[in-house]
Each structure stands twice: as structure tokens, then as C-alpha cells.
């Protein structure tokens, strides 16, 4: 350190053809070591896999391949039975979304008044998804259906079914009468994001005049700038507008009067989709619903490796506790020393196929040591009662105790580095000690019977 700035100082004074190039080569050299200090003690690489383009014969080999793992498959399978059966049926699928009140149910009546409508129904509950079956003017076969927005707070579940059902339409049209909210821009950057043509369809232009409408026009544009496939269109459905009329005697009253329908912009936009390139809708619907099955599989993959990941953790608790009951003495280092605590960290993070070094688990050991530092003697006094309510421990009470303690750490630890590696896909250091503080904490007392009662049984066992 002192000779390095001995060095700085006399650069200050030297010549600046001298001073230079040595800076220069400080400068360097400085960069490079933050460089490798970053690579050395930053987080690890998330482990992504490159995106390939799914198509139909790579989508089936992937299904093949997860159900010789024991991977679930029925929803991707389900996926492609829907496509195979609209495929067959050569109708055009067009899904009618939009925040409440914008005039979904008004625009239906205007676009199909003698459609027929079709209630879908899952698990004994109406899924609020309806499908109208319409033949246009040019006799093209079309499903309306006319379903939530993506983004329904109320209902996850629904909202997952209307991102769905997007998915497996041909394009979309999304209502307003206003220009569009924060959320409204959201599920539309969503909608584009699954590559889908979209129809944008301010309604109610009644509301306003030529100039306004202008302007909101104007408006949409440059909101959906950076959304390439969009046709923004205005219509007018039936709606009730209150109307004031002068009687012949000069008093005047009012009285609600329909307004009539104009959707000619959107059916001319709608027929220009259908008759533009049929083929290119049919190529992006059978592309977004091959991702559609993609994702189930990736979740069931996920939920096997989850599960896979609780075993592992179950395993390494219960070599735990049998090594601390062995121990002549107790002590807190396997957490840091012990072959233990390397190979669960390591296991844990191959299932996920996440590369992880000697340097990183050290260091996730050691921050945990650090944590656990703070709370041991709370661990050990709330196990120690916990304890009591299992008689029969007898003399071993105070080794039971101590693989308790060790069970409780191993299981908190185990626990909350599955969760990480499940929910972000990288060993996120401090995001697991978090995790594995609070699971110390708020689960203790939850998780002390499972783990006492895990020691009974490792005590049976050697007894036998």
C-alpha cells in the first residue's frame, strides 16, 4: 500500500510522457482486479437456457423426452389437442378483451346481433369466457371469444385463462373508450409480447368531437409506438343517450334515445387481417400455442425439480441430526466445515442446473454462520422446550437437543436455498440467507415437531 502510493506521488511530479503510460497501466490494472474481485464474489451466472424457436415435431420430442423423466404432460398435451381440433375446424379464432365498462358486450350485439353464444364451464364454475360463432359477409368462419383482461386483480385465476385463450387466438381486439390507463398500455405490451396482431378499438367516439378524437387517436399512437403489429380503429356501438326535446309549448323534457351503431372501421380492419396473409395468422396463432406448451412443461419441470429439491433437503436433515447425535461434542462449524453442508449446496444447485464454485458456497456458508451467530441461543432455548413436550427422551435429552439444533439448521438452510434457486433460477447469496433467517425465525416453533420427531426416529433406529 505505502509503496504504491509512493509510486502515485512521484507520477504527480514526473514528466506527463513519463507519468502517462504508468498511469495508464495503473488504471488497468485497478480495472482488472475489480473485474476478477466482481467474478469472484458477485452472485452467481444465472443458468438460462437459450431460446429456440419451438416448432412442432422439437415441441413433441420435448414431450417425449419429460415423460421418460416423469415429467407431468398432460396440459402440453392438452395444448396441442386444442390446436390439432381449431386447425380442423379451419375457423377463425379472435379473442375481445378490455377493462370493464368499455363496451365489450355492446360491441358483440353490434358486430354479431344473430350470433350464437357459447358458455364455457371448468370444474362446475362458469369460467366467464364466452364464444360466439359468426359467419362474416365473406363467409369466413370466426369464434368470437369475448373474455377478461389479463390483468383481472380480482381472479388470478382468470386472468390466467384469459392470457391463455389470447395465446390460442388468432388476434386480438382490445376495447377502450378513453385513452388508455397505465394498466391498459400494460396488458397491451403484454398482448404484443405474445406475438399476437392486435386490433385497438377506441369505442364510444359519440363522447367526444372530431378534435378530441383526434387527439386521442394521436394519443394511442404514441402510446403503442413500440408495438409493431396494432391497427388502431374507432367505432361507436349502441348505446343510450339522454336527449333533450322542446315541446311545443316551450317547456322541454328529456328522454333516453339509442344512438346507433358504427363499427365499419373495425370490420373493414378485421377483413383486411382475414384476406392479408391467412397463412402468417395461422404460422404466429400454432407458434405462440407451441410456447403455450412449452411453458406447462417448464412448470412441471420446475414443480419435479421442487419436490426433488425437498427430498434432497429431507436426506441431508437426517444425516444431520444423526451426525450431531454421534458427535461427542456439539458444535455449529459443520454448517461451514462439514462435507454436509457442501454437498447439499451442491446437489441442490446441480438439480437446477445452476454451476456454482467452491468460492461461492464458502461464501454462502459463511454468511450463514454469521447469521445463525445471532440467533443460536434462541434456536436452542425454543427447541429446548419444544422438547419437553416429547417424553421419553431420557438422558439423551441433551444430544437430542444438539440434533435438533443441527436438523433445524440443516432444514431451514436446505429449504430456503430450494425456494431461491426455484423462484429466480441463480444462487442469489443473500436472497437465500434472508430466506434462511426468516425460516429460523418465523418457522421454528412450525418446524421443531417435524424435526424432533426425525431424531426419535434416527434414535430408534440406532438403537436397534
Not at 355492446?106 to 362458469?126: K, M
Not at 399512437?221 to 380503429?233: F, K, L, Q
Not at 339509442?258 to 382475414?274: F, K, N, S, V, Y
Not at 434472508?434 to 431424531?455: A, H, M, P, Y
Request: charged letters at 25%; proline letters at 3%; glycine letters at 6%.
Amino acid at each position: 500500500g505505502d509503496t504504491l502510493l509512493s509510486l502515485w506521488d512521484r507520477l504527480q511530479t514526473a514528466p506527463w510522457y513519463i507519468a502517462s503510460p504508468f498511469a495508464f497501466i495503473l488504471l488497468v490494472f485497478s480495472s482488472a482486479s475489480a473485474v476478477i474481485l466482481w467474478k469472484l464474489l458477485g452472485p452467481a451466472k444465472k443458468s438460462v437456457a437459450k431460446k429456440v424457436l419451438l416448432d412442432e415435431a422439437s415441441l413433441q420430442q420435448r414431450i417425449k423426452d419429460a415423460d421418460e423423466s416423469g415429467i407431468e404432460i398432460n396440459a402440453a398435451r392438452e395444448e396441442l389437442r386444442k390446436l390439432y381440433q381449431r386447425r380442423k375446424t379451419g375457423k377463425l379464432y379472435i379473442a375481445l378483451t378490455g377493462a370493464i365498462s368499455t363496451g365489450k358486450s355492446s360491441l358483440v350485439n353490434s358486430l354479431l346481433p344473430d350470433a350464437e353464444a357459447h358458455s364455457e364451464v371448468s370444474g362446475g364454475t362458469t369460467r366467464k369466457i364466452i364464444e360466439y360463432h359468426w359467419l362474416t359477409p365473406s363467409a369466413d368462419e370466426v369464434i368470437l371469444i369475448d373474455m377478461p383482461g389479463l390483468l383481472d386483480a380480482a381472479n388470478d385465476e382468470l386472468s390466467h385463462i384469459a392470457r391463455s385463450e389470447a395465446i390460442r387466438a388468432h388476434l386480438v381486439i382490445y376495447l377502450c373508450d378513453s385513452d388508455l390507463t397505465r394498466q391498459q398500455l400494460h396488458e397491451l405490451k403484454l398482448l404484443a409480447e405474445l406475438k399476437k396482431p392486435l386490433i385497438l378499438a377506441l369505442n364510444k367516439s359519440d363522447w367526444y368531437s372530431d378534435e378530441e378524437r383526434q387527439q386521442i387517436r394521436q394519443r394511442l399512437r404514441e402510446h403503442t409506438a413500440d408495438i409493431s403489429d396494432i391497427t388502431i380503429v374507432t367505432i361507436r356501438t349502441q348505446t343510450e343517450k339522454q336527449v333533450t326535446i322542446e315541446l311545443p309549448d316551450g317547456t322541454e323534457t328529456s328522454e333516453l334515445r339509442c344512438t346507433e351503431p358504427d363499427i365499419r372501421e373495425l370490420a373493414r380492419a378485421l377483413q383486411h387481417r382475414i384476406d392479408s396473409d391467412p397463412e402468417r395468422l395461422e404460422k404466429l396463432r400454432d407458434s405462440a400455442i407451441f410456447s403455450l406448451a412449452s411453458g406447462c412443461l417448464d412448470e412441471a419441470e420446475l414443480k419435479q425439480r421442487v419436490e426433488k429439491g425437498q427430498v434432497l433437503v429431507r436426506n441431508h436433515t437426517r444425516s444431520a441430526v444423526v451426525g450431531a447425535m454421534a458427535a461427542v461434542s456439539p458444535g455449529t462449524d459443520i454448517l461451514i466445515q462439514g462435507a454436509l453442508g457442501i454437498s447439499l449446496i451442491k446437489n441442490l444447485c446441480s438439480l437446477y442446473d445452476i454451476p456454482v464454485s467452491q468460492l461461492e458456497i464458502d461464501r454462502l456458508l459463511k454468511l450463514g454462520q454469521s447469521r445463525l451467530n445471532r440467533h443460536i441461543a434462541l434456536i436452542m432455548a425454543v427447541l429446548g422446550n419444544a422438547l419437553k413436550a416429547f417424553p421419553g427422551l431420557g438422558t439423551l435429552a441433551g444430544g437430542a437437543l444438539h440434533a435438533v439444533t443441527y436438523g433445524m439448521i440443516f432444514d431451514a438452510l436446505g429449504r430456503s436455498l430450494n425456494e431461491i434457486l426455484a423462484s429466480r433460477g441463480e444462487l442469489a447469496t443473500l436472497p437465500v440467507i434472508n430466506r434462511f433467517t426468516e425460516n429460523l425465525g418465523d418457522q421454528l416453533e412450525k418446524r421443531s415437531s417435524d424435526i424432533i420427531r426425525l431424531v426419535l426416529e434416527s434414535r430408534d433406529k440406532q438403537e436397534k
